[in-house]
């Protein structure tokens, strides 16, 4: 029997207008950097671009739940349409009045909680990215928002893949205590993972390799260079280095 599903949280991409518009300037934020590189689900799959008023610009032709509007990712609308749609199938352990939670992977690989809400409808009917919604909500003000945060610490386990996580009960009471300024959390000014620690090693990789380690990254809402370093530290396990 499956434990209880007592809230859910979602990995989003960063929006710097406030998850409810096209980003400005994006190719000198950042904080939007997994979208300037491509590989999301955002945009395809393939890196943003500006227009000629520094507003972000994608493909919106034929992207799934976009409706009569033209984007080309749900955070645009996240907080004007309410609503995220599932990459990978159903809803199955989710269902109405259930919290949800909203993170956004930062350039650290940490995790940054920025929002949360009620799901208030789930429509499993379309047989592609099934959409559940959720009551209005905006983002807290960035003074609140919890940088620093680990899947393990919000899950219970690394997240690794997919755009989403179930909670369970306990965890859900820790995103709760967050949210309202109870947990047991010390504001982390430097980063766990900084970036500084980090040796840039250039590789050659084939172009099936690249093709499918694209794909994967797409469908995961994860980077090529994550999956990769996650790879070399299963490698050196293995081998007891």
């Known amino acids: 029997m499956k434990e209880r599903v007592a809230g859910l949280v979602i990995r989003t991409a960063f929006n710097n207008q406030g998850w409810a518009g096209r980003c ?84 650290d690989n940490t995790l940054t909680l920025w929002g949360h809400s009620i799901i208030e409808n789930v429509d499993n009917e379309p047989d592609e990215y099934p959409p559940i919604f959720f009551k209005p909500f905006v983002p ?33 009471n820790y995103l709760a205590s967050l949210v309202e300024g109870k947990g047991n959390y010390e504001h982390r000014k430097n980063p766990i993972h900084s970036l500084e620690s980090y040796e840039n090693l250039s590789i050659e990789l084939k172009r099936d390799i690249k093709e499918k380690l694209d794909k994967i990254a797409r469908v995961e809402g994860r980077e090529v260079k994550e999956l990769i370093r996650e790879a070399v530290a299963k490698l050196i396990r293995e081998r007891g280095a």
């Open 24 to 107: 400005k300037h994006p190719l000198n934020d950042q904080r939007c950097f997994k979208c300037r590189d491509g590989r999301l689900f955002v945009n395809w799959g393939k890196p943003i671009e500006e227009d000629e008023h520094g507003i972000c610009k994608g493909n919106p032709e034929n992207y799934p739940l976009s409706g009569d509007g033209k984007y080309w990712c749900w955070e645009q609308v996240l907080c004007k349409k309410y609503f995220w749609g599932n990459v990978k199938g159903k809803w199955r352990q989710v269902s109405i009045g259930i919290p949800v939670y909203f993170v956004y992977g930062d350039l």
């Open 140 to 172: 807290m003000p960035q003074s609140k928002w919890i940088k620093g945060l680990t899947g393990r610490e919000i899950t219970g386990k690394s997240w690794r893949q997919l755009h989403f996580r179930y909670l369970d009960e306990i965890h859900e």
